[in-house]
């Protein structure tokens, strides 16, 4: 079965900052946008920032402060994560279309926990 597997989460003070990569098992799908989400106990997972060949959006809470990238060549999709603040906290999840055989599926992490302390 194909995998997402992040990491770089942990704990931070608040104005510290947090690299998050996401490596897919098989390549991951140009044609579809990868993203990043996060859950905090006792809220919804939101969405954090996406991107596609036809651009990147961001969350508002974040826009300036967060950065996603990704490399085709690693299968890998990135979280550059500054200026972090409590409110931040929570369980990251990345989330994107992975080559499995003969056609893409759509796979999310495991999760990585992101606690920002104050």
């Known amino acids: 079965q194909v995998e997402l597997v992040e990491s770089g989460g942990g704990l931070v003070q608040a104005g510290g900052s947090l690299r998050l990569s996401c490596v897919a098992s098989?390549?991951?799908?140009?044609?579809?946008?990868v993203g990043w989400y996060r859950q905090a106990p006792g809220k919804q997972r939101e969405l954090v920032a996406s991107?596609?060949?036809?651009?990147?959006i961001y969350a508002d809470s974040v826009k300036g402060r967060f950065t996603i990238s990704r490399d085709n060549a690693k299968n890998t999709v990135h979280l550059q994560m500054n200026n972090l603040r409590p409110e931040d906290t929570a369980v990251y999840y990345c989330?994107?279309?992975?080559?499995?055989?003969?056609?893409?599926?759509?796979?999310w992490g495991q999760g990585t926990l992101v606690t920002v302390s104050s």
């Open positions: 098989s390549r991951i799908s140009s044609s579809n946008a």
């Open positions: 989330n994107a279309r992975v080559l499995s055989s003969t056609k893409w599926l759509e796979v």
């Open positions: 991107t596609s060949g036809s651009g990147t």
